[in-house]
């Protein structure tokens, strides 16, 4: 799990003290819940769907798993638990892919938002950074789901 995080942003979460979250505790568990939903998301869509969209499931999934690892670090570190698994209930299914890729350009933007509302209430430099490098990663899943739907 989590393997191919460069140890350098890795470092950076761990580096993160309880002091430095602010009032964000929150926040922080929030995002980590949301990418615990986009990692299930894209899990249950890939098994719905034909071969070509799913690499780029498995690459979104890979992502939100590693997203959620890097917030695990920094709550771990501030003694916060947070539970590995989500089951999301009524999870949206639509009939056709072009549908549900809209649906998860929606997901993903709302997830941006919400970076970009932490990133702005934070003072710290190291969780600026951390979130940051997180939220570009989630403009760039914004970016394939687009091109995708794009080709089709
Ligand atoms: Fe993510
Ligand atoms: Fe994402």
Do not use: P, W
């Not at 997901?107 to 190291?126: D, H, M």
Request: aromatic share 8%; glycine share 4%.
């Amino acid at each position: 799990m989590a393997k191919k995080i460069t140890m350098k942003i890795t470092d950076l979460a761990y580096k993160i003290s309880t002091k430095e979250l602010g009032n964000l505790e929150k926040d922080l568990i929030d995002l980590y819940y949301r990418e615990l939903f986009e990692k299930q998301l894209y899990t249950k869509q890939c098994h719905l769907f034909e071969t070509e969209i799913r690499g780029v499931f498995n690459h979104l999934i890979e992502q939100e798993e590693e997203h959620s690892f890097l917030l695990k670090i920094i709550l771990s570190n501030a003694g916060i638990e947070v539970n590995e698994l989500l089951d999301i209930k009524n999870l949206k299914q639509y009939a056709n892919i072009c549908d549900t890729i809209k649906y998860d350009i929606n997901q993903e933007k709302l997830s941006a938002q919400s970076y970009e509302k932490t990133i702005n209430r934070t003072n710290s430099k190291k969780l600026k950074q951390l979130l940051g490098h997180i939220l570009t990663e989630e403009y760039k899943h914004i970016g394939v789901l687009q091109a995708y739907l794009s080709e089709r």
